[in-house]
């Protein structure tokens, strides 16, 4: 339950703090005096749009606070602590910060939170209902939406489980849809793959192989080159034919240094390091002979090699820039050709599923069908005994379940608020056989027999009663205090037949210092509520006739709600 709400530079408000409690709280004041600036709190409250403009003149920002005693609602805890926020001797707070930038903060005990976490938590709490709302309950889903949520639980699963096989049925037919329309490009894809691959195939690489025989390809193209070369560097490091060579030189260098070792002893380190070539000149003299021994030209493997080296060049163009790319690309083409070749399978299994999930959509609508046929003959009831009670004896409100030509995300059915106003009349729509003042009673029966089913913590109605007076007017208010009994309701009027049933009124007043204007919320004692009523009544203070008429609707309001 709601315990108090602090409102700071929000409109008109400069700083005010509404304390509430159980039962009907009713909030007045004149035109313009900023009544429903406390809707508005609520509505940021509730994760509502933020409004630049709603930030008083002059400030920086406005901030609300709603202080929720937490009771029983473990759900409404859990949902708390999960954004992160505390509650605190059974109290949560809830906060909404509005900059005159337009920027907007929401805090849930304590916790920085954004704006949409703030509406999950705080929307269970609180059903506002304003004039709006009349208007809204004129659309067709408004009125489907209010037989679902008077159907409760049932109704609520049977949707759900509906809405479940509809979309999975909707996602099969797309896919279906796209698998037949591009049935043409996937074969044509196919071909192109199985030509590809066959290429692929019919050369047979191995990976590296490119590599490995372009090498081979430069060594037998230039093997008379490369033997040549080898040849004459061999007769450079061993000549063969008594020619001067880096062997026979090196020798020279160490026999010189080896005549002189006995004389300096550097000399000999240097003559050990000669021999040290030496060694290796030999060695390498040997490799160089065995290598250009090796070197052989072979044509017919030449032209194998620059065959074989064609047939890989031509998959590189296609399929890869190296012969380990074309691999790659056969491994992912066959892949693709194995999903290709199963269109037509594909096809006949979503084909199959499609059947059997529009079976089930059939059945799955027809019980939802059903489920509100039912809940529709249950709400009719109520709200005409309602209507009853709100001055419109003869009134009969009947709910139509009608079957589309389609199915939709919620299910099959039409359903429409027909209404009956008098005795003889045919029901008619409600945006056709309703007035204002019927329509705003509608609503009001309409809210008392859903919260039966779907209950909520706290009520707020904002001038619902427009259009309503005399005793229609006083059986509303009557009403509400009923409603108030189960529910902490907040009402804003401009009736004084329904701030009269109130248990608490507070009354919001206007002041004005020539150049700023603020309001302020004062609840009333018993004497300043007979001020306000007689003000409402007559429409100006200080009317002994509109002060008794005050008096006289406070005790017919004290005797009604005593007898219940």
């Known amino acids: 339950m709601l315990e108090e709400i602090r409102i700071a530079s929000l409109g008109v408000i400069e700083s005010s703090t509404l304390e509430l409690g159980p039962g009907l709280t009713v909030i007045t004041g004149e035109t313009g005096a900023g009544k429903t600036m406390v809707v508005t709190a609520l509505g940021l409250l509730l994760g509502g749009r933020a409004d630049s403009g709603a930030v008083r003149t002059g400030a920086r920002s406005?901030?609300?606070?709603?202080?929720v005693r937490v009771g029983e609602l473990a759900a409404f805890t859990a949902a708390v602590e999960e954004v992160g926020g505390e509650v605190e001797d059974g109290v949560v707070v809830l906060a909404?910060?509005?900059?005159?930038?337009?920027?907007?903060?929401?805090?849930?005990?304590g916790a920085s939170v954004p704006v949409s976490s703030l509406a999950e938590v705080a929307e269970p709490l609180v059903a506002v209902h304003g004039q709006s709302d009349q208007h809204r309950l004129l659309r067709a889903r408004a009125q489907r939406d209010a037989l679902d949520r008077f159907g409760g639980d049932e109704v609520a699963g049977l949707l759900a489980a509906y809405a479940d096989v509809h979309h999975r049925l909707v996602a099969v037919e797309e896919e279906l849809e796209e698998v037949v329309a591009h049935a043409r490009e996937r074969a044509q894809e196919a071909d192109l793959l199985r030509f590809g691959l066959g290429d692929v195939e019919g050369v047979a690489p191995v990976p590296g192989e490119d590599v490995a025989l372009a090498a081979e390809e430069a060594r037998?193209?230039?093997?008379?080159?490369?033997?040549?070369?080898?040849?004459?560097?061999?007769?450079?490091?061993?000549s063969e034919q008594g020619h001067p060579d880096a062997l026979a030189t090196t020798a020279a260098a160490r026999a010189l240094l080896d005549g002189v070792r006995e004389h300096d002893a550097e000399a000999g380190e240097l003559a050990d390091?000669?021999?040290?070539?030496?060694?290796?000149?030999?060695d390498l003299a040997a490799d160089v002979a065995s290598y250009a021994a090796r070197v052989e030209t072979d044509p017919a493997r030449l032209a194998a090699v620059s065959e074989r080296r064609a047939a890989l060049t031509a998959l590189t163009r296609k399929y890869g820039d190296t012969i380990d790319e074309v691999l790659s690309w056969a491994e992912r083409s066959a892949t693709r050709l194995l999903d290709l070749d199963h269109t037509d399978?594909?096809?006949?299994?979503l084909r199959a599923e499609q059947e059997l999930l529009r079976h089930d959509r059939a059945r799955a609508a027809a019980a939802l069908t059903a489920a509100r046929t039912e809940a529709a003959a249950r709400l009719a009831d109520q709200v005409t005994a309602e209507l009853g009670l709100l001055a419109m004896p003869h009134a009969r409100l009947s709910v139509e379940v009608r079957p589309l030509e389609r199915f939709t995300s919620s299910g099959a059915d039409e359903v429409e608020l027909m209404l009956a106003a008098n005795t003889g009349s045919d029901p008619r729509p409600l945006g056709k056989g309703a007035s204002g003042g019927e329509l705003s009673r509608v609503m009001l029966a309409l809210e008392v027999a859903l919260a039966g089913t779907s209950p909520v913590p706290t009520f707020v109605f904002d001038e619902v009663d427009a259009g309503v007076g005399g005793a229609a007017a006083v059986e509303v208010g009557r009403r509400l205090a009923e409603l108030a009994t189960s529910a902490q309701v907040l009402v804003v009027t401009h009736l004084p037949q329904v701030a009269a049933y109130a248990d608490r009124h507070v009354v919001v007043e206007k002041a004005s210092d020539g150049t700023v204007t603020s309001s302020g919320l004062t609840v009333l004692d018993d004497a300043q509520r007979e001020q306000e009523l007689s003000r409402m009544l007559a429409g100006l203070a200080g009317s002994d006739t509109a002060l008794a008429h005050a008096r006289e609707l406070l005790e017919v309001a004290q005797e009604t709600r005593a007898s219940h």
């Not at 406005?62 to 202080?67: I, L």
């Not at 399978?345 to 299994?349: G, K, L, Q, S």
């Open 62 to 67: 406005a901030r609300v606070e709603g202080v």
């Open 96 to 109: 909404r910060n509005v900059s005159a930038e337009g920027r907007s903060r929401a805090f849930v005990g």
């Open 220 to 238: 037998l193209g230039f093997a008379d080159t490369l033997r040549t070369a080898a040849e004459q560097a061999r007769e450079a490091l061993s």
């Open 273 to 282: 390091r000669i021999a040290e070539i030496t060694y290796l000149l030999s």
């Open 345 to 349: 399978e594909r096809i006949a299994e």
